[in-house]
C-alpha cells in the first residue's frame, strides 16, 4: 500500500501565496496518474503566522513540521509586520533552529536559453552549474553576546567544532555526486573563526581523497563567481558568507525569482523554498515570477520523495517556456503568473 507523504504547507506574504499556488498547481498536475499519493497541511508562518494566531512560529506549526515528510515555505515578511513584537524573518531563523536544520543547499545552473539573460558574458556564464552549502544554524546570525545600544552594538561569531565538520561532510558528499571539487570559502587572514573553519576543512578534506579542493577568501569569491562561475562545483561557505554569496549567484541566472533552495538536518524534514523575498512592490498584480517556487517543488520531490522522474517533467516544463519565452516582466515578458503556471500545466499534459 503505498504511503500517503505529509508535506507542511507554509504558505508565506505578499507574493508568497500568489507562487504557492502554482507551485503546488504543478504538483497536482505532475503527480496525477502516478502512485505518489500526497496530503497538504497548511499552517500559520511568519506575517501569516502572526495575523491568524499571533506569533510568527506558533508552537503547534513546530510540532506539526516535525512529524512532516517535507517543509514547503514560500517567501515571507514585509513593511506591514515592521512594527511586530516578533516580525516574520524571527519565524524563519527560529524554524531552522527547531528543525536543526544546519546546511542550506542553492544550486545555480544556467540552461542554454537563460544565457542571454545573464548579465555576464556569455563565455562566462556558459556551463554554470553549482552548488553553495551554506552553514543555517550557527555563526554571526546566532553568536552571543549581542546587543543593540544607543552608542554601541555587538555581533558574535562562533562556531563549534561539531557544526563546522557537519557542514563539510555535507558539502563533501554532495561533491562526490557531482564533479568532486570543493570550494572552501572563508576568511581566515583576518578572522579567528574562518581560520578554525580552514583547518577544520583540511583535516575533512582527506577523508575524501578524490574530491579536489581549493580555498578563496570571501572578498575574491565575491569577484570569481562572477568572473568564472563555470569553475566552481560545491561552495561550502559559513552562514553569512552564503547568505550573501548565495543571492549574488542568483543574479548570473538573469532573475534571483528561478532558483530553489533546501535546508537540511541530521533527521527530520527538510524545508524547501525560494531564495526570493516577499516582493510587496508587486503583490497583487498576479506579475511575480512561479518559477522558483515551482523549482523548489520539483527540488522537493526529488531529494525528500526520491521521485526524480516526476521532478524531471516539471524541470523539462521549465525549461519549455523559458526556451519559448512564456516568462514574467522580470525576465523580459509579458505573462503573468497564472498564464505563466497555465502554459507549464499545459506542457505537462501533452508530454505524459
Known amino acids: 500500500m503505498t504511503s500517503v507523504k505529509k508535506i507542511v504547507v507554509l504558505k508565506g506574504d505578499y507574493i508568497g501565496p500568489e507562487i504557492m499556488t502554482a507551485g503546488l498547481t504543478i504538483l497536482d498536475t505532475v503527480t496525477r496518474g502516478t502512485t505518489f ?22 508552537q503547534s506549526t513546530i510540532d506539526i513540521a516535525k512529524q512532516a515528510d517535507a517543509v514547503l515555505l514560500s517567501a515571507i515578511g514585509g ?27 542553492r544550486p545555480t545552473k544556467i540552461m542554454s536559453a537563460q544565457i542571454d539573460r545573464s548579465p555576464l558574458k556569455p563565455e562566462y556564464v556558459k556551463n554554470t552549474d553549482f552548488v553553495i552549502v551554506r552553514e543555517l544554524t ?39 555526486r557531482r564533479n568532486k571539487h570543493v570550494t572552501i570559502v572563508d576568511k581566515s587572514n583576518v578572522l579567528a573563526t574562518s581560520k578554525f573553519w ?14 579536489l579542493i581549493d580555498y578563496y577568501y570571501i572578498d575574491a569569491m ?19 558568507f552564503g547568505d550573501i554569496l548565495s543571492d549574488e549567484a542568483a543574479q548570473i541566472t538573469g532573475s534571483i525569482g528561478q532558483i530553489p533552495s533546501m535546508s537540511v538536518g541530521e533527521s527530520g524534514p527538510n524545508l524547501y523554498e525560494p531564495i526570493h523575498g516577499s516582493a510587496p512592490d508587486i503583490a497583487g498584480q498576479g506579475i511575480a515570477n512561479p518559477i522558483s517556487m515551482v523549482n ?12 526524480k522522474k516526476i521532478a524531471d517533467k516539471i524541470t523539462a516544463a521549465v525549461n519549455y517556456i523559458i526556451e519559448n519565452h512564456y516568462v514574467t516582466p522580470d525576465m523580459g515578458g509579458t505573462m503573468t503568473t497564472d498564464e505563466v503556471t497555465q502554459k507549464m500545466v499545459d506542457y505537462i499534459k501533452n508530454h505524459e
Open 138 to 176: 550557527s555563526g554571526a546570525y546566532f553568536g552571543k553576546p549581542r546587543k543593540l545600544e544607543a552608542n554601541q552594538a555587538i555581533d558574535t561569531m562562533y562556531y563549534s567544532e561539531k557544526e563546522v565538520v557537519r557542514i563539510m561532510h555535507q558539502g563533501f558528499k554532495m561533491a562526490q
Open 37 to 58: 499519493a500526497y496530503e497538504l497541511i497548511d499552517v500559520p508562518f511568519g506575517g501569516d503566522g502572526i495575523d491568524r494566531a499571533g506569533d510568527p512560529l506558533p
Open 296 to 307: 523548489t517543488v520539483a527540488m522537493m520531490l526529488t531529494e525528500s520523495f526520491d521521485e
Open 79 to 105: 513593511p506591514k509586520w515592521d512594527n511586530a513584537l516578533r516580525r516574520p524573518e524571527q519565524g524563519l531563523l527560529e524554524i531552522r533552529s527547531k528543525l536543526n536544520l544546519f546546511a542550506n543547499i
Open 222 to 240: 565575491t569577484m570569481a563567481i562572477l568572473s568564472k562561475p563555470a569553475t566552481f562545483d560545491v561552495v561550502i561557505t559559513p552562514n553569512l
Open 198 to 211: 580552514r583547518k577544520i576543512a583540511t583535516q575533512i578534506g582527506k577523508i575524501y581523497p578524490d574530491v
